[in-house]
């Protein structure tokens, strides 16, 4: 990734992460009968009534093979699936990408399908995102292909082919089978019809309205192999419209995004993927109030999604709406599960046109270092406490582990995250930038340590390496870049190009906006306070900061505008001690409402906008 576009933009991408109600999981009855049983009847949104009948299938076939019910059922009623890999749910996850992309791009947004091994396996045998899904889709998603399908249009077609008795059967069959494709293709294009929105009880409407006139030796029997070869052949014919329909479509790009250097069409408009960690682990009944279920969450079928944005432009107010359609969108038509104390986060990936420094990427994680406790308290109290997924640079980062740990065996692991190995003069070289934008007189022992080490840094890589993933963690700030003294240097021999990013990992999955749009506000003041302040003004900040390190005093550093400032510090938005957010159901769900509410804003209720 080398060059510049010669914009002066800072750019931003997010990842919406959630779980969405898929399908209700079907029951037994005493009698041996299937039902599906909604435990939530009064809500409109979708789910899916294909997957209840390919499960029912799935399970039935597994009892006729000599399985008892009993063996496989939940305590809540509902079935577990203790075969590993199998056709059933090898069906879920592209099933579900198809939806969701449908949806979105009825909402109006710019959306691919990117190849993923992890919800399509024939996405890596074609290295593009196929559509073998397309046929196990809702009818009502077929019927409204482009809102309309060919059916009737079709009303008057007809071929006839005339036997020959001087050529062989075989040779009749295949030019009788040749010449009603051609009229049927051919007449799709007089009528104007395009034969990717020709369903499948379309085309067996078709096959009895092609027939073969002079055929002495004809009878039913061989005739129905005939029209069974033809309706394979029109299908196969329609796939591949399908398909080359959705590979136009796949080629689209989101007029906004903006064309940072070696960008990936894959970051070029919105895409829909899989993320098999949010899972939704851990939320057993004691996580929900109100329940009617020994184990509500698995009353359903989920699908853990990650609803990713093109590289947006910082500040532009169009992204904003964007941000908010999306969240509209999937609320408006999915249910989709409120803000959990585990499995979802809110990912941000913070760039600019014209890369990042080394000296920037240092200042950002000294300004980050410092502040980090504070930042984390505009948040779930689950999110500061997780030391896994997003874990703090203070106290998971490689550096910090090789400094301070008290486990030997991770100082040792760690300990090349320490360059010792600068020359006397380069050393002191770093200590004085440190010096220049750092309060070394107010700052304890061990984050000035910490601090020496990450400004004897001599490369973007090296940086990467010192704060960036480890064996035991990945932290909440995870730095996509890579390169010598900017981000924009080419990769270097055998290694994978970087996003050029640093993606903040800090906050809890939601899909309302107004958070959404006000924490990436707050972060776009944290890259400019960080890209654009003098040393002396970075200086006077910090020891602003850290002389009263609160929320108050963060936000009045950053100078954030004021609808952002009072939307972090509104009290309706605090726990009792206003140490943490917190949800107004106090992070425990009402199985009786789990679903976030329509509309884009509060997950929970219009009174928390």
Known sequence: MSGSTGLDQVTYGVELEFLLAEA????????????????????????????????????????????????????????????GINEFGLKLNPYARTKLTRVLRDGGLVVIKWPNIEINYSDYDYGKAVINDFSESENS?????????NGELLYGFRSSYAYNPALTLNVNIEAALMKWQADYENYH??????????????????????????????????????????????EQRR???????????????????VPVPGLSNQY?????????????????????????????????YWYGAEVVSPVLPLGDMRAEEQIITACRT??????????????????????????????????????????????????????????????????????W??????????????????????PPQEKLA??????????????SFEQKAFLYYVWQYTTITDLNRGLGENNYCRPGVRWRIRGDQSSLDPPAWGTRPQPGTIEIRIMQGTLDADHINNWVKLLGRVVDVTRNLSNQDFRLRLAQFLGDPTREELLKILEVPDDVHRYWLARKRRDAQNEWWEYPDKDVVDWQQPFMINGHRATHDSSYD
Request: with cysteine.
């Open 189 to 234: 294009t007089t009528n104007h019809l395009k034969i990717y929105r020709t369903r499948s009880e379309d085309i067996g409407f078709i096959l009895d309205r092609c027939t073969m006139d002079g055929w002495e030796g004809r009878t039913e029997r061989k005739f129905q192999h005939i029209q069974l070869l033809l309706k394979t052949r029109l």
């Open 141 to 149: 998603d077929d019927e409204r292909e482009d809102f309309l399908s």
């Open 24 to 83: 209700v999981r079907i029951k037994m009855t005493d009698d041996g009968e299937w039902v599906i049983r909604d435990p939530h009847p009064n809500d409109p949104r979708w789910l899916s009534a294909k997957i209840p009948e390919w499960e029912e299938q799935y399970l039935q076939e597994r009892i006729n093979n000599g399985r008892d019910p009993a063996d496989m059922e939940n305590p809540n009623g509902t079935f577990v699936d203790d075969q």
């Open 330 to 399: 999937l609320r408006d038509v999915f249910r989709i599960h409120k803000p959990m104390e585990v499995s979802t986060g809110f990912h941000v990936h913070l760039g600019h046109t014209r890369g990042w420094t080394l000296f920037q990427a240092k200042r950002f994680a000294t300004l980050w270092y410092l502040t980090e406790r504070t930042i984390l308290t505009l948040h779930r109290r689950d999110r500061g406490n997780d030391e896994k997924w997003c874990a703090k640079m203070g106290s998971g980062s490689r550096l």
């Open 239 to 257: 796939t591949r419209e399908k398909q080359n329909r959705e590979d136009q479509r796949n080629q689209q790009v989101d007029p906004l995004h």
């Open 268 to 300: 070029k408009a919105w895409t829909v993927t899989y993320d098999p960690s949010v899972d939704g682990n851990g939320m057993n009944a004691s996580r929900y109030t109100n329940v009617d279920s020994v184990d509500p969450f698995n009353e359903y």
């Open 430 to 443: 770093y200590e004085r930038q440190l010096e220049e934008v750092v309060p070394i007189d107010v700052v």
């Open 401 to 422: 582990r090789a400094l301070y740990s008290s486990v030997q065996a991770e100082r040792r692991s760690c300990a090349d995250a320490i360059n010792a190995t600068n």
